[in-house]
Antibody, heavy 117, light 107 residues
Framework: QVQLLQSGPDLVRPGTSVKISCKAS????????LGWIKQRPGHGLEWIGD????????YYNEKFKGKATLTADKSSSTAFMQLSSLTSEDSAVYFC??????????WGQGTSVTVSS | DIVMTQSQKFMSTSVGDRVSITCKAS??????VVWYQQKPGQSPKALIY???NRHTGVPDRFTGSGSGTDFTLTISNVQSEDLADYFC?????????FGGGTKLEMK
């Protein structure tokens, strides 16, 4: 069965970076786009961008350009999102999700990032 | 960007009721809409894809309808386990955008 297993919660200092991982199993990793979504209380869900592991192609929401960098490692079927220059506005739960013709059909369990000094 | 508007932030219901949650797109998104259910501490679960198709394993009391700009998720015979947040997503155009969510509560 399709599974997306994300890395654990992170507590990070303002101004630093964090890298979240999303390990895929149960499907052909290189054949599907893999998206990232941010969720904060009171701010709903925001699509950050997605990457196609088969080619390395990536699309970003303009709002997150310069903030998020999406990569993927085909050898380990793992996607990564690095968030840089962190502020309190980046404190959120981040999800990865497989993207098919039917939308984001399978989601990871979420990774909580807390930015605090 | 396409704005997806769920005008009802909260809806109250009772077990056995029928409720309809709406989502309006600011532009034509054809049928590229997904409905999700999210419970506290969990990731969103896809219920309906391409506006009106039920995902595998989703009870048939969940029905999606609409195309273009107006979409509806209807839950018939509401059960207690249906109390959750519901979101719509458009994936017709980048950037993909979500509705603000509707919280289904018990009366």
């Amino acid at each position: 069965q399709v599974q997306l297993l994300q890395s654990g919660p992170d507590l990070v200092r303002p101004g630093t970076s964090v890298k979240i991982s999303c390990k895929a199993s149960g499907y052909a990793f290189t054949n599907y786009w893999l998206g990232w979504i941010k969720q904060r209380p009171g701010h709903g869900l925001e699509w950050i961008g997605d990457t196609y592991p088969g080619s390395g192609n990536t699309y970003y929401n303009e709002k997150f350009k310069g903030k998020a960098t999406l990569t993927a490692d085909k050898s380990s079927s793992t996607a990564f999102m690095q968030l840089s220059s962190l502020t309190s506005e980046d404190s959120a739960v981040y999800f990865c999700a497989r993207m098919s013709h039917y939308g984001m059909d399978y989601w990871g369990q979420g990774t909580s990032v807390t930015v605090s000094s | 960007d396409i704005v997806m508007t769920q005008s009802q932030k909260f809806m109250s219901t009772s077990v056995g009721d029928r409720v309809s949650i709406t989502c309006k797109a600011s532009q034509n998104v054809r049928s590229a809409v997904v409905w999700y259910q999210q419970k506290p501490g969990q990731s969103p679960k896809a219920l309906i894809y391409l506006a009106s198709n039920r995902h595998t394993g989703v009870p048939d009391r969940f029905t999606g309808s609409g195309s273009g700009t107006d979409f509806t998720l209807t839950i018939s015979n509401v059960q207690s386990e249906d109390l959750a947040d519901y979101f719509c997503l458009q994936h017709w155009n980048y950037p993909y955008t979500f509705g603000g969510g509707t919280k289904l509560e018990m009366k």
